[in-house]
Protein backbone atom coordinates (compact mmCIF):
# COMPACT_ATOMS: atom_id res chain seq x y z
CA UNK A 1 0.00 0.00 0.00
CA UNK A 2 3.22 2.34 0.14
CA UNK A 3 2.03 3.14 -3.47
CA UNK A 4 -0.46 5.12 -2.81
CA UNK A 5 0.69 6.58 0.87
CA UNK A 6 -1.99 5.57 3.12
CA UNK A 7 -0.53 7.59 5.79
CA UNK A 8 0.56 10.77 5.07
CA UNK A 9 -2.67 10.94 3.24
CA UNK A 10 -4.34 10.16 6.78
CA UNK A 11 -6.19 7.09 5.76
CA UNK A 12 -5.86 3.61 5.33
CA UNK A 13 -6.99 0.25 3.49
CA UNK A 14 -10.31 -0.24 5.37
CA UNK A 15 -11.55 3.10 4.75
CA UNK A 16 -10.43 3.68 1.00
CA UNK A 17 -12.67 0.50 0.81
CA UNK A 18 -15.45 1.85 1.62
CA UNK A 19 -14.91 4.47 -0.20
CA UNK A 20 -14.16 2.41 -3.02
CA UNK A 21 -17.75 0.76 -2.88
CA UNK A 22 -19.91 3.87 -2.59
CA UNK A 23 -18.29 5.58 -5.96
CA UNK A 24 -18.78 2.59 -7.73
CA UNK A 25 -22.09 2.36 -6.77
CA UNK A 26 -23.02 5.74 -6.82
CA UNK A 27 -22.22 5.91 -10.87
CA UNK A 28 -22.75 2.35 -11.30
CA UNK A 29 -25.87 3.79 -13.66
CA UNK A 30 -23.51 4.75 -16.10
CA UNK A 31 -23.02 0.84 -16.58
CA UNK A 32 -26.78 0.45 -18.11
CA UNK A 33 -27.36 4.11 -19.55
CA UNK A 34 -24.40 4.45 -21.75
CA UNK A 35 -24.82 1.63 -23.62
CA UNK A 36 -28.50 2.47 -23.78
CA UNK A 37 -28.06 5.73 -25.14
CA UNK A 38 -25.41 4.19 -27.94
CA UNK A 39 -28.21 1.57 -29.03
CA UNK A 40 -30.87 4.64 -29.61
CA UNK A 41 -28.05 5.43 -32.90
CA UNK A 42 -27.55 1.85 -33.76
CA UNK A 43 -24.84 1.16 -32.03
CA UNK A 44 -24.72 -2.69 -30.74
CA UNK A 45 -24.95 -2.85 -27.03
CA UNK A 46 -22.69 -5.16 -25.94
CA UNK A 47 -20.11 -3.85 -27.90
CA UNK A 48 -21.02 -0.33 -26.03
CA UNK A 49 -21.29 -2.42 -22.83
CA UNK A 50 -17.48 -3.68 -23.08
CA UNK A 51 -16.47 -0.11 -24.39
CA UNK A 52 -18.01 1.28 -21.10
CA UNK A 53 -15.94 -1.35 -18.80
CA UNK A 54 -12.89 -1.38 -21.07
CA UNK A 55 -12.65 2.96 -21.04
CA UNK A 56 -13.85 3.02 -17.60
CA UNK A 57 -10.89 0.85 -16.12
CA UNK A 58 -8.14 2.06 -18.04
CA UNK A 59 -8.96 5.68 -17.30
CA UNK A 60 -9.75 5.05 -13.20
CA UNK A 61 -6.60 2.81 -13.28
CA UNK A 62 -4.96 5.74 -14.65
CA UNK A 63 -6.59 7.93 -12.42
CA UNK A 64 -5.29 6.09 -9.14
CA UNK A 65 -1.59 4.93 -10.23
CA UNK A 66 -0.47 7.78 -11.68
CA UNK A 67 -2.07 10.37 -10.32
CA UNK A 68 -3.59 8.94 -6.72
CA UNK A 69 -6.46 10.70 -6.70
CA UNK A 70 -9.65 9.24 -5.62
CA UNK A 71 -11.04 10.00 -9.03
CA UNK A 72 -12.99 7.82 -11.05
CA UNK A 73 -13.34 8.06 -14.64
CA UNK A 74 -16.47 7.02 -17.41
CA UNK A 75 -18.18 8.02 -20.39
CA UNK A 76 -19.91 10.97 -19.71
CA UNK A 77 -23.69 12.00 -19.65
CA UNK A 78 -24.32 14.41 -22.20
CA UNK A 79 -22.35 13.78 -24.80
CA UNK A 80 -22.91 10.24 -25.22
CA UNK A 81 -26.89 11.66 -25.94
CA UNK A 82 -25.03 14.02 -27.59
CA UNK A 83 -23.20 11.01 -29.85
CA UNK A 84 -26.46 9.52 -30.89
CA UNK A 85 -28.37 12.22 -31.91
CA UNK A 86 -25.48 13.46 -34.24
CA UNK A 87 -25.29 9.61 -35.53
CA UNK A 88 -29.56 9.64 -35.41
CA UNK A 89 -30.73 12.99 -36.87
CA UNK A 90 -27.87 14.28 -39.66
CA UNK A 91 -27.30 10.14 -41.01
CA UNK A 92 -23.34 10.50 -40.19
CA UNK A 93 -21.99 6.32 -40.01
CA UNK A 94 -20.93 6.16 -35.97
CA UNK A 95 -17.66 5.02 -37.28
CA UNK A 96 -16.93 8.64 -38.68
CA UNK A 97 -18.65 10.04 -35.22
CA UNK A 98 -15.60 7.36 -33.63
CA UNK A 99 -13.21 9.09 -35.77
CA UNK A 100 -13.71 12.39 -34.18
CA UNK A 101 -14.36 11.16 -30.49
CA UNK A 102 -10.69 9.76 -31.04
CA UNK A 103 -9.34 13.02 -32.65
CA UNK A 104 -11.07 14.90 -29.69
CA UNK A 105 -9.18 12.37 -27.14
CA UNK A 106 -5.90 12.75 -29.04
CA UNK A 107 -6.24 17.15 -28.87
CA UNK A 108 -6.72 16.81 -25.12
CA UNK A 109 -3.89 14.29 -24.72
CA UNK A 110 -1.81 16.66 -26.33
CA UNK A 111 -3.27 20.00 -24.33
CA UNK A 112 -2.56 17.97 -21.21
CA UNK A 113 0.91 18.51 -21.39
CA UNK A 114 1.07 22.09 -22.86
CA UNK A 115 -0.58 24.78 -20.49
CA UNK A 116 -2.57 25.77 -23.77
CA UNK A 117 -5.39 24.25 -21.82
CA UNK A 118 -5.10 25.91 -19.07
CA UNK A 119 -4.88 29.13 -21.37
CA UNK A 120 -7.94 28.18 -23.32
CA UNK A 121 -9.84 27.60 -19.94
CA UNK A 122 -9.25 30.67 -18.38
CA UNK A 123 -10.15 32.88 -21.70
CA UNK A 124 -13.47 31.40 -21.93
CA UNK A 125 -15.87 33.37 -20.14
CA UNK A 126 -17.41 31.67 -16.70
CA UNK A 127 -21.00 32.61 -18.32
CA UNK A 128 -20.42 30.78 -21.12
CA UNK A 129 -18.82 27.84 -19.29
CA UNK A 130 -22.43 27.47 -16.63
CA UNK A 131 -24.50 27.99 -19.83
CA UNK A 132 -22.76 24.81 -21.57
CA UNK A 133 -22.92 22.60 -18.84
CA UNK A 134 -26.38 24.18 -18.29
CA UNK A 135 -27.49 23.03 -21.96
CA UNK A 136 -26.03 19.71 -21.79
CA UNK A 137 -28.50 19.48 -18.56
CA UNK A 138 -31.59 20.33 -20.57
CA UNK A 139 -30.19 18.29 -23.53
CA UNK A 140 -30.22 15.06 -21.71
CA UNK A 141 -33.02 15.67 -19.65
CA UNK A 142 -34.90 16.35 -22.60
CA UNK A 143 -34.23 12.71 -24.18
CA UNK A 144 -34.93 11.15 -20.83
CA UNK A 145 -38.50 12.38 -21.18
CA UNK A 146 -38.74 11.65 -24.65
CA UNK A 147 -37.42 7.91 -24.78
CA UNK A 148 -39.84 7.40 -21.67
CA UNK A 149 -43.20 8.92 -23.51
CA UNK A 150 -43.45 11.36 -20.98
CA UNK A 151 -43.21 14.04 -24.23
CA UNK A 152 -44.65 12.80 -27.24
CA UNK A 153 -44.86 14.75 -30.37
CA UNK A 154 -48.08 16.59 -30.63
CA UNK A 155 -50.73 17.16 -33.54
CA UNK A 156 -51.53 21.08 -32.47
CA UNK A 157 -48.05 21.76 -30.91
CA UNK A 158 -44.59 20.56 -31.72
CA UNK A 159 -44.24 18.67 -28.77
CA UNK A 160 -47.10 17.32 -25.80
CA UNK A 161 -47.50 15.54 -22.49
CA UNK A 162 -47.45 11.75 -22.86
CA UNK A 163 -49.98 9.06 -21.68
CA UNK A 164 -49.70 8.74 -18.21
CA UNK A 165 -51.93 5.37 -18.95
CA UNK A 166 -49.35 3.86 -20.86
CA UNK A 167 -47.50 1.43 -18.80
CA UNK A 168 -43.60 2.55 -19.47
CA UNK A 169 -44.80 5.78 -18.81
CA UNK A 170 -46.42 5.03 -15.65
CA UNK A 171 -43.64 3.34 -14.80
CA UNK A 172 -41.10 6.20 -15.28
CA UNK A 173 -43.18 8.11 -13.18
CA UNK A 174 -43.20 5.99 -10.46
CA UNK A 175 -39.50 5.47 -10.71
CA UNK A 176 -39.09 9.12 -11.03
CA UNK A 177 -40.59 9.55 -8.33
CA UNK A 178 -38.99 6.81 -6.05
CA UNK A 179 -35.58 8.02 -6.92
CA UNK A 180 -36.56 11.91 -6.30
CA UNK A 181 -37.08 10.84 -2.69
CA UNK A 182 -33.75 9.19 -2.32
CA UNK A 183 -32.03 12.02 -3.68
CA UNK A 184 -33.72 14.34 -1.21
CA UNK A 185 -33.13 11.90 1.28
CA UNK A 186 -29.42 12.45 0.22
CA UNK A 187 -29.25 8.61 0.29
CA UNK A 188 -25.93 6.96 -0.79
CA UNK A 189 -26.18 5.95 -4.51
CA UNK A 190 -29.63 7.28 -4.98
CA UNK A 191 -29.70 6.98 -8.42
CA UNK A 192 -28.29 3.39 -8.64
CA UNK A 193 -30.84 2.71 -6.10
CA UNK A 194 -33.82 4.41 -7.97
CA UNK A 195 -32.96 1.99 -10.74
CA UNK A 196 -33.29 -1.00 -9.39
CA UNK A 197 -36.25 -0.21 -7.24
CA UNK A 198 -37.67 0.87 -10.74
CA UNK A 199 -36.27 -2.30 -11.84
CA UNK A 200 -37.94 -4.42 -8.87
CA UNK A 201 -41.63 -3.11 -9.79
CA UNK A 202 -40.88 -3.46 -13.44
CA UNK A 203 -39.93 -7.38 -13.21
CA UNK A 204 -43.29 -7.79 -11.41
CA UNK A 205 -45.33 -6.11 -13.35
CA UNK A 206 -43.74 -7.85 -16.48
CA UNK A 207 -42.06 -5.43 -18.63
CA UNK A 208 -38.35 -6.64 -17.18
CA UNK A 209 -37.28 -10.31 -18.49
CA UNK A 210 -34.31 -12.14 -18.10
CA UNK A 211 -33.12 -14.37 -20.48
CA UNK A 212 -30.24 -15.42 -17.68
CA UNK A 213 -28.15 -13.64 -15.37
CA UNK A 214 -24.54 -14.30 -15.51
CA UNK A 215 -22.83 -15.15 -18.84
CA UNK A 216 -19.16 -15.11 -20.58
CA UNK A 217 -18.21 -11.37 -20.82
CA UNK A 218 -18.97 -10.63 -24.62
CA UNK A 219 -15.62 -10.48 -26.60
CA UNK A 220 -14.57 -6.66 -27.35
CA UNK A 221 -14.45 -5.89 -31.30
CA UNK A 222 -11.76 -2.60 -32.34
CA UNK A 223 -13.70 0.06 -34.49
CA UNK A 224 -12.72 0.77 -37.86
CA UNK A 225 -12.91 4.43 -37.07
CA UNK A 226 -13.50 6.44 -40.02
CA UNK A 227 -11.01 9.44 -39.10
CA UNK A 228 -10.42 10.59 -42.77
CA UNK A 229 -14.44 10.88 -43.12
CA UNK A 230 -14.35 13.68 -40.05
CA UNK A 231 -12.69 15.57 -42.43
CA UNK A 232 -14.61 14.71 -45.78
CA UNK A 233 -17.81 15.16 -43.92
CA UNK A 234 -16.45 18.37 -42.14
CA UNK A 235 -17.75 18.02 -38.53
CA UNK A 236 -15.70 19.99 -37.03
CA UNK A 237 -17.78 21.36 -35.13
CA UNK A 238 -18.54 18.07 -33.60
CA UNK A 239 -14.92 17.23 -33.17
CA UNK A 240 -14.69 21.07 -31.00
CA UNK A 241 -18.00 20.13 -29.12
CA UNK A 242 -16.44 16.78 -27.40
CA UNK A 243 -12.99 18.41 -27.25
CA UNK A 244 -14.22 21.43 -25.61
CA UNK A 245 -17.43 19.79 -23.00
CA UNK A 246 -14.51 17.27 -22.33
CA UNK A 247 -12.47 19.86 -21.06
CA UNK A 248 -14.57 21.82 -18.95
CA UNK A 249 -16.28 18.62 -17.65
CA UNK A 250 -12.90 16.83 -16.85
CA UNK A 251 -11.30 20.07 -15.47
CA UNK A 252 -14.02 21.16 -12.93
CA UNK A 253 -14.93 17.78 -11.58
CA UNK A 254 -11.39 17.01 -10.47
CA UNK A 255 -10.97 20.58 -9.11
CA UNK A 256 -14.23 20.33 -7.59
CA UNK A 257 -13.27 16.86 -6.34
CA UNK A 258 -9.97 18.12 -4.92
CA UNK A 259 -10.74 20.75 -3.22
CA UNK A 260 -13.38 18.52 -1.45
CA UNK A 261 -10.61 16.19 -0.28
CA UNK A 262 -8.05 19.00 0.37
CA UNK A 263 -5.80 18.14 -2.19
CA UNK A 264 -4.93 21.36 -3.74
CA UNK A 265 -2.36 23.39 -2.82
CA UNK A 266 -1.99 27.00 -2.71
CA UNK A 267 -4.89 26.66 -5.11
CA UNK A 268 -2.54 24.14 -7.84
CA UNK A 269 -3.59 20.84 -8.18
CA UNK A 270 -0.25 18.78 -7.61
CA UNK A 271 -0.06 15.93 -10.52
CA UNK A 272 -2.76 17.36 -12.60
CA UNK A 273 -1.17 16.64 -16.40
CA UNK A 274 -1.55 12.52 -15.27
CA UNK A 275 -5.25 12.96 -13.72
CA UNK A 276 -6.15 14.97 -16.66
CA UNK A 277 -4.25 12.35 -19.70
CA UNK A 278 -6.85 9.71 -17.64
CA UNK A 279 -9.41 10.77 -19.64
CA UNK A 280 -7.70 11.60 -22.72
CA UNK A 281 -6.43 8.30 -22.71
CA UNK A 282 -9.82 6.55 -21.75
CA UNK A 283 -11.54 9.09 -24.26
CA UNK A 284 -9.41 7.49 -27.08
CA UNK A 285 -9.35 4.04 -25.95
CA UNK A 286 -12.82 4.19 -25.87
CA UNK A 287 -13.38 5.34 -29.35
CA UNK A 288 -11.86 2.47 -30.79
CA UNK A 289 -13.81 0.16 -29.05
CA UNK A 290 -17.42 1.60 -29.18
CA UNK A 291 -18.29 5.02 -27.04
CA UNK A 292 -17.99 8.14 -26.36
CA UNK A 293 -15.75 11.00 -24.53
CA UNK A 294 -15.10 9.86 -21.08
CA UNK A 295 -15.00 12.19 -18.10
CA UNK A 296 -13.84 12.73 -14.57
CA UNK A 297 -17.22 11.91 -12.12
CA UNK A 298 -18.68 14.04 -10.05
CA UNK A 299 -19.84 11.34 -8.03
CA UNK A 300 -16.36 10.61 -6.64
CA UNK A 301 -17.29 13.47 -4.56
CA UNK A 302 -19.33 10.36 -2.49
CA UNK A 303 -16.23 8.20 -2.08
CA UNK A 304 -14.18 11.32 -1.00
CA UNK A 305 -17.20 12.28 1.49
CA UNK A 306 -16.64 8.53 2.67
CA UNK A 307 -13.11 8.95 3.75
CA UNK A 308 -11.41 8.22 0.02
CA UNK A 309 -7.95 9.84 -0.44
CA UNK A 310 -6.06 8.39 -2.50
CA UNK A 311 -5.68 6.07 -5.91
CA UNK A 312 -6.54 2.87 -3.75
CA UNK A 313 -10.33 3.76 -3.75
CA UNK A 314 -9.97 4.17 -7.39
CA UNK A 315 -8.65 0.58 -7.80
CA UNK A 316 -11.51 -0.82 -6.18
CA UNK A 317 -14.08 1.24 -8.93
CA UNK A 318 -12.04 -0.73 -11.48
CA UNK A 319 -12.32 -3.67 -9.82
CA UNK A 320 -16.13 -3.06 -9.87
CA UNK A 321 -16.40 -2.27 -13.52
CA UNK A 322 -14.23 -5.78 -14.22
CA UNK A 323 -16.92 -7.53 -12.65
CA UNK A 324 -19.85 -6.04 -13.94
CA UNK A 325 -18.89 -7.86 -17.60
CA UNK A 326 -20.22 -11.30 -16.54
CA UNK A 327 -23.79 -9.58 -15.69
CA UNK A 328 -24.40 -8.54 -19.57
CA UNK A 329 -28.03 -10.43 -19.58
CA UNK A 330 -29.17 -8.29 -16.60
CA UNK A 331 -27.65 -5.42 -17.76
CA UNK A 332 -28.97 -5.83 -20.96
CA UNK A 333 -32.41 -6.70 -20.27
CA UNK A 334 -32.65 -3.56 -17.60
CA UNK A 335 -31.45 -1.30 -20.32
CA UNK A 336 -34.49 -2.06 -22.77
CA UNK A 337 -36.77 -0.67 -20.48
CA UNK A 338 -36.38 3.04 -20.92
CA UNK A 339 -38.40 3.82 -17.51
CA UNK A 340 -35.59 2.41 -15.55
CA UNK A 341 -32.93 4.55 -17.36
CA UNK A 342 -35.03 7.74 -18.16
CA UNK A 343 -35.12 8.72 -14.30
CA UNK A 344 -31.59 9.30 -14.49
CA UNK A 345 -31.18 11.35 -17.19
CA UNK A 346 -33.93 13.45 -16.42
CA UNK A 347 -32.01 13.67 -12.89
CA UNK A 348 -28.67 14.60 -13.94
CA UNK A 349 -29.73 17.07 -16.07
CA UNK A 350 -31.32 18.78 -13.38
CA UNK A 351 -28.08 18.31 -11.35
CA UNK A 352 -26.34 20.22 -14.24
CA UNK A 353 -28.41 23.67 -13.84
CA UNK A 354 -26.41 24.28 -10.68
CA UNK A 355 -24.34 26.70 -12.40
CA UNK A 356 -26.58 28.89 -14.03
CA UNK A 357 -26.96 30.76 -10.14
CA UNK A 358 -23.52 32.01 -10.91
CA UNK A 359 -24.38 33.77 -14.66
CA UNK A 360 -25.16 37.63 -14.34
CA UNK A 361 -28.38 37.64 -15.70
CA UNK A 362 -28.62 41.43 -15.32
CA UNK A 363 -25.68 42.37 -17.55
CA UNK A 364 -27.65 41.67 -20.84
CA UNK A 365 -24.08 41.16 -22.87
CA UNK A 366 -23.61 38.50 -20.09
CA UNK A 367 -27.09 36.80 -19.79
CA UNK A 368 -28.32 36.53 -23.86
CA UNK A 369 -25.44 34.35 -24.87
CA UNK A 370 -25.53 32.03 -21.88
CA UNK A 371 -29.50 32.11 -22.68
CA UNK A 372 -28.96 31.80 -26.75
CA UNK A 373 -26.62 28.36 -25.54
CA UNK A 374 -29.06 26.89 -22.47
CA UNK A 375 -31.99 27.25 -25.68
CA UNK A 376 -30.14 25.91 -28.60
CA UNK A 377 -28.72 22.84 -27.27
CA UNK A 378 -31.91 20.52 -26.58
CA UNK A 379 -33.76 22.80 -29.19
CA UNK A 380 -31.23 21.95 -32.15
CA UNK A 381 -30.18 18.51 -30.48
CA UNK A 382 -26.69 20.22 -30.76
CA UNK A 383 -24.38 20.82 -27.83
CA UNK A 384 -21.69 21.69 -30.99
CA UNK A 385 -24.48 24.49 -32.29
CA UNK A 386 -24.91 25.66 -28.95
CA UNK A 387 -21.17 26.19 -27.83
CA UNK A 388 -21.17 28.22 -31.77
CA UNK A 389 -23.65 30.36 -30.56
CA UNK A 390 -22.65 31.49 -27.68
CA UNK A 391 -19.12 31.66 -29.12
CA UNK A 392 -20.47 34.06 -31.56
CA UNK A 393 -23.34 36.30 -30.28
CA UNK A 394 -20.71 36.75 -26.92
CA UNK A 395 -17.92 38.49 -28.36
CA UNK A 396 -20.54 40.44 -30.58
CA UNK A 397 -22.43 41.87 -27.35
CA UNK A 398 -19.11 42.49 -25.71
CA UNK A 399 -17.71 44.73 -28.87
CA UNK A 400 -21.26 46.41 -28.99
CA UNK A 401 -20.93 47.58 -25.60
CA UNK A 402 -17.45 48.90 -26.10
CA UNK A 403 -15.83 46.16 -23.73
CA UNK A 404 -14.09 44.52 -26.57
CA UNK A 405 -10.97 44.52 -24.95
CA UNK A 406 -11.94 42.19 -22.23
CA UNK A 407 -12.28 39.59 -24.23
CA UNK A 408 -9.25 37.33 -25.27
CA UNK A 409 -8.24 36.67 -28.74
CA UNK A 410 -8.64 33.01 -28.41
CA UNK A 411 -12.84 34.16 -28.42
CA UNK A 412 -12.41 36.05 -31.08
CA UNK A 413 -10.64 33.40 -33.27
CA UNK A 414 -13.11 30.96 -32.16
CA UNK A 415 -16.21 32.85 -33.14
CA UNK A 416 -14.95 33.67 -36.71
CA UNK A 417 -14.07 29.72 -37.19
CA UNK A 418 -17.47 29.26 -35.99
CA UNK A 419 -19.19 31.44 -38.40
CA UNK A 420 -17.52 29.98 -41.43
CA UNK A 421 -18.04 26.81 -40.35
CA UNK A 422 -21.63 27.19 -40.05
CA UNK A 423 -22.04 29.37 -43.43
CA UNK A 424 -19.40 26.65 -45.31
CA UNK A 425 -19.44 23.25 -43.11
CA UNK A 426 -22.94 22.92 -41.78
CA UNK A 427 -22.86 19.53 -39.64
CA UNK A 428 -25.41 19.92 -37.62
Known sequence: ???????????????????????????????????????????????????????????????????????????????????????????????????????AGAIFALLSLTKFRETLISAIPESLKYAITAGIGLFIAFLGFTMSGLVVPGEANIIEFGNIRDPMTALTIVGLFITLILMARKIKGALFLGMAATGLIAYFTGQLEFTGWVSAPPTPVFFDLDIVGVFKQGIYSVLFAFLLVTIFETTGTIIGVAEQGGFMKNGHLPRAK?????????????????????????????????????GLTTVVVAG??????????????????????APVLIIVGCLMMDGLAHIKWKKFDEAFPAFAVIMAMPLTSSIATGIAIGFITYPLLKLATGKGKEIHWIIYL??????LQMLYFPAN
Open 274 to 310: PALFADAAATMVGSTFGTSPSSAYIESSAGVAAGGRT
Open 414 to 419: FAVIFI
Open 1 to 103: MALFKLKENKTNARTELTAGVTTFFTMAYIIVVNPAVHAAAGVPFEQVFMATIISSIIGTLIMAFFANYPIAVAPGMGLNAYFASVVASQGISYQVVFGAVFL
Open 320 to 341: FFAVSIFFTPIIGAIANVAAIT
